[in-house]
């Protein structure tokens, strides 16, 4: 049986997300960031020297990093939500299942991170908003083209962009000036699978 060690208000919960879509049988660990610091407490150190979220652990193994796990989990389900058919479709799988954490996310994080430093910070943020604005501009061009990242159908892809497109909404400016991203997050906000997710994974402030 599969362990989620979930972290509230964090990238685990793509993880149950995802296990929802692919009926996959596992059990939730929970933990609880620190109100002040945002940190995670340490046990989750003890569970994976990163001390972050997601982590699960299944068969005897610890595995880290919500890319490797979506894509652990898409094998262990025998491919279903993974790469596309046409080869074009999953060329943008791929793209997108490595861009939503190696690209879109770090900007999104030095905003989080510059909106709590005085003074510096502010002038700093001028510089990243526009940087966050190239991304999600590119973002709702792929989605005005087609309704899910990687085509016609929902991928694991859709999973990986769920969280920095629900932390670009909550704090870097994605607003109705994005249509196709916004309806996309609405479609994706709605279903069955998402919303079970949710109920596992208690309070979510994205959702
Ligand atoms: N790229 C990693 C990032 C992991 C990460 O930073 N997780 C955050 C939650 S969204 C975390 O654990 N933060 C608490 C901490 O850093 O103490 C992944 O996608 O798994």
């Known amino acids: 049986m599969i362990t989620v060690h979930h972290l509230n208000n964090s990238r ?50 610890v595995l880290a990093e919500s890319g490797a796990i979506v894509e652990y989990l898409v094998d262990k389900a025998g491919g279903r939500l993974g790469a596309p058919a046409d080869g074009d479709d999953a060329l943008r799988y791929r793209m997108f299942l490595h861009y939503a954490e190696g690209s879109l996310m770090p900007p999104l994080l030095l905003k989080l991170v510059l909106s709590r430093v005085p003074i510096m910070g502010k002038i700093a943020l001028k510089r990243i908003q526009p940087m966050i604005d190239v991304h999600l501009d590119f973002v709702e061009r792929e989605l005005a083209a087609r309704p899910w990242f990687a085509g016609a159908e929902m991928t694991a892809a859709d999973v990986m962009m769920s969280f920095p497109i629900e932390a670009a909404r909550a704090r870097a400016g994605l607003d109705a000036t994005r249509p196709h991203t916004l309806a996309w997050l609405d479609k994706v906000q709605a279903l069955p699978a998402y919303r079970r997710a949710i109920e596992v994974g208690g309070p979510y402030a994205y959702d």
Do not use: C, N
Request: net charge neutral; hydrophobic share 40%.
């Open 12 to 61: 685990s919960q793509r993880v149950l997300w995802l296990l929802e879509e692919l009926g996959l049988p596992y059990t939730v660990k929970r933990y609880e960031r620190d109100a002040r610091t945002m940190f995670a407490p340490a046990e989750l150190r003890a569970v994976h020297p990163l001390g972050k979220s997601p982590v699960i652990e299944d068969e005897g193994r």
